[in-house]
């Protein structure tokens, strides 16, 4: 392969295509180096491909593949790029005349299935913030129809293919990147049934597994993800890391409590000793927020609504079995393929 080694596992690859000024560099710098949306204004189109590596329980790598390449020509290798992939996502600008991306999109479809059968594909609708909510649903309806005609005239009618409506102007971009990094990591099921006795036995009304690096969150329970919710939760992730590069270097000055944690101005929030982020926040409607930190750069963030019930009473029952279901993902990451000189 040119330029750039793929990763030898097959569930550990995702490549990111589409044509020329989709918006492929700006998702990635975005969801993986924190960078402003408007500051991607001023990014140059790709030339090379490029690799962002992504660690979790698993850990990932997303390759980047510049538009004008012409991935089938015979001083490419691209059986072995293919072979090595587990998602194949494909951008197509929702605001540009995308026929000519759903006829790419196919002939890569057809050629990654011949030589990937276990490949999930993965369609984003981009920068649909341009667009009202009557033509987002007609560009998705659109978009379906004619891949999934481009496809029955190739045989390939049966494929399954995922389409979601992103923009980087918002959360939607990291909610559908978070959708399909999940369908590459193998304990998934075990985490969601972790996640549903953790909040069946706390007041947590829904609860994600987060990496706090680009806000994706690997894992979350079987009740239906509402995007308001993952937004507040997100939202709180970036606070909390505030917080914590404000106050991690205070110990040295100012005298915690008797377990050593750091009191803030605002007694609703709390953050612990440097080696654990951990921060609470009661809101005005009472419902509490609640964040600690897990292994391998997660973060559990959840919903607490006490209903009743006096905040301390819920936090001490919220600790007791979150400290159990770190040991469960301490459990789960010891006995995954990755080497343990690498947590992080």
């Given at each position: 392969?040119?330029?750039t080694?793929a990763?030898?596992?097959p569930k550990?690859?995702i490549?990111?295509?589409?044509l020329r000024?989709?918006?492929k560099?700006?998702?990635?710098?975005?969801?993986?180096?924190?960078m402003?949306p408007l500051?991607?204004?001023y990014?140059?189109s790709?030339?090379?491909p490029s690799?962002?590596?992504?660690?979790t329980?698993?850990?990932?790598?997303?390759m980047?593949?510049?538009?004008?390449?012409?991935?089938?020509?015979?001083s490419y290798?691209?059986e072995r790029l293919?072979?090595?992939v587990g998602?194949?996502v494909?951008?197509?600008?929702?605001?540009d005349?995308?026929?000519s991306?759903?006829?790419?999109?196919a002939m890569?479809?057809?050629?990654?299935y011949?030589?990937?059968?276990?490949?999930?594909i993965?369609?984003?609708i981009?920068k649909?913030?341009?667009l009202?909510?009557?033509?987002k649903?007609?560009?998705?309806?659109e978009i379906?129809q004619?891949?999934?005609?481009?496809?029955?005239?190739?045989g390939?009618?049966g494929?399954?293919?995922s389409?979601?409506?992103t923009?980087?102007?918002?959360?939607?971009?990291?909610?559908a990147?978070s959708?399909?990094?999940?369908?590459l990591i193998?304990?998934?099921?075990?985490?969601e049934?972790?996640?549903?006795n953790?909040?069946?036995?706390s007041?947590?009304?829904k609860?994600?597994?987060?990496?706090?690096?680009?806000?994706?969150?690997?894992?979350?329970?079987?009740?239906?993800?509402?995007?308001?919710?993952?937004?507040?939760?997100?939202?709180f992730v970036?606070?909390?890391?505030?917080?914590?590069?404000?106050?991690k270097n205070?110990?040295q000055?100012?005298?915690?409590?008797e377990?050593g944690?750091?009191q803030?101005?605002?007694?609703?929030?709390?953050?612990k000793?440097?080696?654990e982020?951990?921060?609470?926040s009661?809101?005005?409607n009472?419902?509490?927020?609640?964040?600690?930190?897990?292994?391998?750069?997660l973060?559990?963030v959840?919903?607490i609504?006490?209903n009743?019930?006096?905040m301390e009473s819920?936090?001490t029952?919220a600790?007791?079995n979150?400290d159990?279901?770190?040991?469960?993902?301490e459990?789960i990451?010891?006995s995954?393929?990755?080497?343990?000189?690498?947590?992080?």
């Amino acid at each position: 392969m040119n330029n750039t080694e793929a990763p030898t596992d097959p569930k550990a690859m995702i490549l990111l295509m589409g044509l020329r000024r989709c918006g492929k560099s700006s998702i990635c710098k975005v969801v993986f180096h924190n960078m402003q949306p408007l500051d991607t204004l001023y990014l140059e189109s790709t030339s090379n491909p490029s690799l962002e590596h992504f660690s979790t329980l698993i850990d990932l790598a997303v390759m980047e593949l510049p538009g004008q390449l012409n991935y089938f020509e015979p001083s490419y290798d691209s059986e072995r790029l293919f072979k090595s992939v587990g998602a194949l996502v494909y951008v197509i600008d929702s605001q540009d005349e995308y026929l000519s991306a759903i006829t790419n999109l196919a002939m890569i479809m057809e050629y990654a299935y011949k030589v990937n059968p276990s490949i999930n594909i993965e369609v984003l609708i981009h920068k649909v913030d341009g667009l009202n909510e009557d033509f987002k649903v007609d560009a998705q309806r659109e978009i379906m129809q004619r891949t999934g005609e481009e496809l029955l005239e190739l045989g390939l009618d049966g494929v399954q293919v995922s389409f979601y409506l992103t923009s980087i102007f918002d959360h939607s971009i990291y909610e559908a990147f978070s959708r399909i990094v999940q369908k590459l990591i193998p304990e998934i099921s075990y985490l969601e049934n972790m996640l549903d006795n953790l909040i069946q036995h706390s007041k947590i009304e829904k609860a994600f597994l987060f990496d706090i690096n680009s806000k994706i969150y690997v894992s979350t329970d079987s009740n239906p993800v509402d995007i308001q919710t993952y937004e507040v939760c997100a939202e709180f992730v970036d606070v909390s890391i505030d917080l914590f590069d404000l106050y991690k270097n205070s110990n040295q000055v100012q005298k915690g409590n008797e377990n050593g944690n750091l009191q803030l101005n605002d007694s609703k929030k709390v953050i612990k000793h440097p080696e654990e982020l951990k921060n609470v926040s009661q809101l005005g409607n009472d419902v509490i927020l609640y964040l600690r930190q897990m292994i391998r750069g997660l973060a559990l963030v959840s919903i607490i609504r006490p209903n009743g019930t006096d905040m301390e009473s819920c936090l001490t029952v919220a600790d007791y079995n979150v400290d159990i279901f770190k040991k469960g993902l301490e459990k789960i990451w010891a006995s995954s393929k990755i080497p343990k000189n690498e947590q992080i």
